[in-house]
T-cell receptor
Framework: GESVGLHLPTLSVQEGDNSIINCAYSNSASDYFIWYKQESGKGPQFIIDIRSNMDKRQGQRVTVLLNKTVKHLSLQIAATQPGDSAVYFCAESRAGGSYIPTFGRGTSLIVHP | EAQVTQNPRYLITVTGKKLTVTCSQN?????MSWYRQDPGLGLRQIYY???????DKGDVPEGYKVSRKEKRNFPLILESPSPNQTSLYFCASRTGQNLQETQYFGPGTRLLVL
């Protein structure tokens, strides 16, 4: 299957800064995307999702942007806090047929106080 | 508390010794799945189940078996573990097949096969 990848394996930011984590996908048929947060020693936790009929979706302090033209997805975290330190990864899937998501490798976000 | 539980959390075993990792959810979810997570590869789906007695292969099913005799439990079975199955395993569940339903992950089981 086609892959989903991340541009930056590690991102270091200062507390209070905004963080941007990027993800590239290669399957143009993908129509559903999810961002997960994984803290050390824990399972992935859903953050936010977006369907391909949207280009932006906002949650609490997080925004996901989808650019279908260049097959690019980003997660923006506003006013990053030390508790945001974790690995973030995106996943993509398609509405039709069985649902076998494809996950990216992950970006480690380190927030310095 | 709504949760997905896995046991054991850590396991060291030897090649060829059959093992089972249990997974249980208390949310009455129909859809359950197993993933493995390896450095540099991300999560890969092993098997999934859309309901009781309904299971299907994911991306990497070789060397694994699953069963779904009841809705809440979805054990992962390694009949003859090999070192390449050393990995971090996650069980997950969600209500159904609707893609927009949140998937809940268990805490993970770290397996080392010697």
């Amino acid at each position: 299957g086609e892959s989903v990848g991340l541009h930056l394996p590690t991102l270091s930011v200062q507390e209070g800064d905004n963080s941007i984590i990027n993800c590239a996908y290669s399957n143009s048929a993908s129509d559903y995307f999810i961002w997960y947060k994984q803290e050390s020693g824990k399972g992935p936790q859903f953050i936010i999702d977006i369907r391909s009929n949207m280009d932006k979706r906002q949650g609490q302090r997080v925004t996901v942007l989808l650019n279908k033209t260049v097959k690019h997805l980003s997660l923006q975290i506003a006013a990053t806090q030390p508790g945001d330190s974790a690995v973030y990864f995106c996943a993509e899937s398609r509405a039709g047929g069985s649902y076998i998501p494809t996950f990216g490798r992950g970006t480690s976000l380190i927030v310095h106080p | 508390e709504a949760q997905v539980t896995q046991n054991p959390r850590y396991l060291i075993t030897v090649t060829g010794k059959k093992l089972t990792v249990t997974c249980s959810q208390n949310m009455n979810h129909e859809y359950m799945s197993w993933y493995r997570q390896d450095p540099g590869l991300g999560l890969r789906q092993i098997y999934y189940s859309m309901n009781v007695e309904v299971t299907d292969k994911g991306d990497v099913p070789e060397g694994y078996k699953v069963s779904r005799k009841e809705k809440r439990n979805f054990p992962l079975i390694l009949e003859s573990p090999s070192p390449n199955q050393t990995s971090l395993y996650f069980c997950a569940s969600r209500t159904g097949q609707n893609l927009q339903e949140t998937q809940y992950f268990g805490p993970g089981t770290r397996l080392l096969v010697l």
